[in-house]
């Protein structure tokens, strides 16, 4: 019964989204997936049946998300695990993107996934059951990125929200997994999938190497593979007592301990300091 559990996949129809639900429907499971072109996703994987239900979704509309759900429990009788894959990178120093990007951006990576949790929890409380994964980066645990503040930001916050979800679920008998990938090779850095500031200013060289090394460099060369991470998403799926963190990929791992190291430092350094606010 288990290979028969329902997934419902944001952002399905490219990258790490669509190498999932292809993996999941090869798999056995049954696939609701969401996407802004219902077309691309079609010619991807297929139309309607007994196992894949794509849906046109915009992430960032709440009653649209509840619509979608309500048509995913419909078509396939419940919804057992749910993916907050849906989102974008946007490149562009603190000071030179508008208040109109960062809060596009925000709407689609924290509040967009927040809409879907809403809806599905309401389903895994009643049923005592059900997993999320909500997919951050790397960038969601260390930020040190020129040009990047805003993106990791993004992913910092579905941090701090899939923390506090794991222990509320747990009422529930639910899960919730925050995964880290590295840099996988998909079209994530690829024109028309990354935005980047419509008014960059040339002083902020570290940013616009940063930018170009990305787009230019990085694309096309990321180290890991997005099938391999989608079958240890399905192989976590099955644990009797999955992460709530989940790091993908030796170059997170790398950067985690970094951070970690860093972290220690900054603890053993200023010490005495930090620990001289206690009223006496």
Same mark, same amino acid.
């Given at each position: 019964m288990s290979m028969k559990k329902v997934?419902?996949?944001? !952002?399905?129809?490219? /990258?790490? &989204?669509?190498?999932?639900?292809? +993996?999941l429907l090869e798999s056995g499971y049954r696939v609701a997936a969401t996407t802004r072109s219902l077309e691309s996703l079609i010619n991807e994987i297929g139309d309607v049946s007994a196992t894949f239900l794509p849906l046109e979704m915009d992430v960032t509309s709440d009653s649209n998300v509840k619509e979608a759900i309500e048509n995913t429990v419909s078509h396939f009788g419940g919804i057992d695990v749910v993916v907050n894959n849906a989102g974008f990178g946007l490149v562009g120093s603190l000071e030179e993107l508008s208040d109109d990007e960062v809060k596009d951006n925000f709407n689609v990576n924290v509040f967009g996934p927040l809409n879907v949790i809403r809806h599905a929890a309401r389903h895994f409380r009643q049923q005592r059951s059900g997993h999320f994964f909500?997919?951050?980066?790397?960038?969601?645990?260390? !930020?040190?990125?020129? /040009?990047? &503040?805003?993106?990791?930001?993004? +992913?910092?916050?579905?941090?701090?929200?899939?923390?506090?979800?794991?222990?509320?679920?747990?009422?529930?008998?639910?899960?919730?997994?925050?995964?880290?990938?590295?840099?996988?090779?998909?079209?994530?850095?690829?024109?028309?999938?990354?935005?980047?500031?419509?008014?960059?200013?040339?002083?902020?060289?570290?940013?616009?190497?940063?930018?170009h090394a990305h787009l230019n460099q990085i694309d096309g060369q990321q180290p890991n593979d997005p099938d391999k991470a989608a079958e240890a998403l399905i192989h976590v799926s099955e644990q009797a007592t999955p992460p709530v963190h989940l790091f993908l990929g030796e170059d997170a791992y790398e950067i985690a301990h970094q951070k970690i190291g860093m972290i220690r430092d900054a603890l053993a350094s200023n010490e005495k300091i930090g620990k001289s606010t206690a009223i006496v």
């Open positions: 997934w419902f996949v944001t !952002g399905a129809s490219k /990258g790490l &989204g669509l190498a999932l639900v292809r +993996k909500n997919i951050a980066s790397i960038g969601g645990y260390s !930020g040190g990125y020129a /040009g990047f &503040g805003v993106y990791c930001s993004t +992913k910092f916050a579905m941090a701090g929200f899939t923390e506090a979800l794991a222990e509320e679920m747990k009422d529930f008998e639910a899960k919730a997994t925050l995964v880290y990938p590295g840099y996988f090779r998909t079209n994530f850095l690829s024109k028309g999938s990354i935005k980047t500031s419509a008014r960059p200013i040339e002083d902020y060289k570290s940013a616009r190497a940063s930018e």
